[in-house]
């Protein structure tokens, strides 16, 4: 069963998005405690980027249905996404982090929604199972691994490498998707 072009790319940019971000994992309450958090602040720092996500992937939905082209849009959020991993070099108290979870929570609420709709539609409805269970699996795969990747860094290296690394890798990501819109 061979996918299509777009399928792949969407496929493979977010395997490469989710290696970077799953890095920080669990490290991230130890990072935060690092730079000042208590508990509270961490649990605050977390539930901000969910908060920002959920209720920004809901406009996010109503916009891009009708105003905005869904690549451009998906886009924007990798590129966000990008720029604040990178902005974890920064973070050097608790305001600095919910600012970062903040922007990260921004750019998973353009990503997500917009991906999604877009994956949906690259194949067609008789492989959809298929197609997303490549999408599931692959995730939970790579998360692991990056889980993993992200512990020996730290314990080898530093946070600093970490984030330089998560920067890179985002980077990545935001270029190898950006083949999509040759199918847009």
């Known amino acids: 069963m061979a996918l299509s072009q777009k399928t792949k790319i969407l496929l493979w940019s977010s395997n490469i998005w989710y290696l970077g971000e799953g890095m920080l994992g669990p490290l991230f309450a130890v990072f935060a405690q690092r730079v000042g958090g208590n508990v509270l602040e961490i649990t605050w720092a977390w539930?901000?980027?969910?908060?920002?996500?959920?209720?920004?992937?809901?406009?996010?939905?109503?916009?891009?249905?009708?105003?905005?082209?869904?690549?451009?849009?998906?886009?924007?959020?990798?590129?966000?996404?990008?720029?604040?991993?990178?902005?974890?070099?920064?973070?050097?108290?608790?305001?600095?982090?919910?600012?970062?979870?903040?922007?990260?929570?921004?750019?998973?609420?353009?990503?997500?929604?917009?991906?999604?709709?877009?994956?949906?539609h690259s194949e067609g409805k008789e492989r959809a199972v298929y197609v997303w269970g490549l999408a599931s699996g692959q995730f939970s795969l790579v998360t692991a691994v990056a889980i993993l990747l992200g512990g020996m860094i730290v314990n080898y290296f530093s946070f600093t490498t970490l984030f330089v690394i998560m920067g890179m890798i985002q980077l990545v990501a935001t270029f190898y998707q950006a083949r999509i819109f040759r199918f847009a």
């Open 47 to 120: 539930a901000l980027y969910l908060f920002a996500t959920g209720f920004l992937a809901i406009l996010v939905g109503k916009v891009s249905d009708k105003l905005i082209a869904k690549e451009k849009l998906m886009m924007l959020g990798y590129v966000l996404n990008t720029l604040f991993t990178f902005g974890y070099l920064l973070v050097s108290s608790p305001l600095h982090l919910l600012l970062v979870q903040f922007g990260l929570g921004i750019a998973s609420a353009l990503v997500v929604p917009t991906w999604s709709a877009l994956y949906s």
